[in-house]
């Protein structure tokens, strides 16, 4: 009889407890995508299935470009690439953990764009797709280093929080107010900013901003202003508020983490280049 209950409480009621508590979307994918076919169809005044058909048309034609990365590992397992598989296994830990952490619906899948020409879904190096629900990563995105990959991950996993607050054609409509535009992107970097916990972590991001700012012209610099990102002024802010209590896994044996403040000197700015490719991208959530 024990038995009996004990398997009626795994089976059955186990996961209604935990399937009940999970962060979901307030409708399913299919839905939403009926919705923003619906408004763009009003919008364009065309027809509900001419606007499917393109939109469809549209997937289809990017469809080969994408792999989520949980295929990616599979395939480097079968194929033996153990170099590449520990990266995207890496990787899609430390998006599964900050999913997890921010309370983002389980269907976020993390997808890999292999289109060189940059001209598909995903135009940067990193992008969140409302219409699949889905972040995805562009090849070069291997260029970031490993603390820039957390920093841009939760910025886009941010997307996915508003995203999943809004629905998405309240987002899209929203979208298109300039303004509203800039103030997502803001809230995107001020999570990022407030959720990397490590004084030394918020630094590579701020010398990789700084040195951005650098290579910029000062109009190019306003324009990113505007966009809503966070300039390297307002980072240092943030970066002010972060105790050296907190340091990640990887900055955690560094001998002597005050050196490191001297940010703006070009030995420090050398340290934080050659130090940040130390441990895993993992480390430096935990
Ligand atoms: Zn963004
Ligand atoms: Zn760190």
Not at 45 to 57: D, P, R, T, W, Y
Not at 80 to 93: G, H, P, S, T
Not at 186 to 191: L, P, V
Request: proline letters at 2%; glycine letters at 4%.
């Amino acid at each position: 009889m024990r038995k009996m209950i004990y398997l009626f409480f795994s089976i059955i009621i186990l996961p209604v407890i935990l399937y009940s508590n999970e962060p979901k979307f307030q409708k399913s994918l299919e839905q939403e995508f009926d919705d923003v076919i619906m408004y763009y169809a009003a919008c364009k005044k065309q027809s509900f299935e001419n606007v499917k058909g393109h939109m469809l048309a549209r997937k289809q034609k990017y469809a080969s470009t994408l792999s989520s990365v949980d295929e990616i590992i599979k395939n480097c397992k079968k194929n033996n690439k153990k170099d590449e598989e520990d990266l995207f296994l890496d990787l899609k830990i430390t998006f599964d953990f900050l999913k997890k952490k921010m309370g983002i619906a389980r269907e976020v899948d993390l997808v890999f764009c292999d289109d060189p020409s940059l001209q598909g879904p995903c135009g940067s190096l990193m992008s969140y797709d409302l219409h699949d629900r889905m972040v995805y990563i562009h090849q070069n995105f291997w260029d970031l280093s490993p603390t820039n990959i957390v920093f841009t991950m939760i910025h886009e996993l941010t997307h996915a929080q508003q995203h999943m607050r809004k629905g998405s054609v309240n987002f899209i409509i929203e979208g298109k107010d300039k303004a509203y535009r800039a103030q997502i992107e803001r809230e995107a970097d001020i999570n990022a900013a407030q959720i990397v916990n490590c004084p030394l972590c918020l630094k590579v991001v701020l010398a990789h901003r700084l040195s951005e700012e650098a290579l910029s012209t000062d109009h190019q610099n306003e324009k990113f202003r505007k966009l809503g990102y966070l300039t390297s002024d307002q980072l240092r802010n943030y970066l002010q508020q972060k105790s050296l209590i907190n340091l990640c896994k990887v900055h955690k044996h560094f001998e002597d983490p005050d050196v490191w403040l001297g940010l703006d000197t070009q030995q420090g700015r050398e340290m934080i280049d050659q130090e940040d490719y130390e441990g895993t991208i993992f480390d430096r959530v935990l």
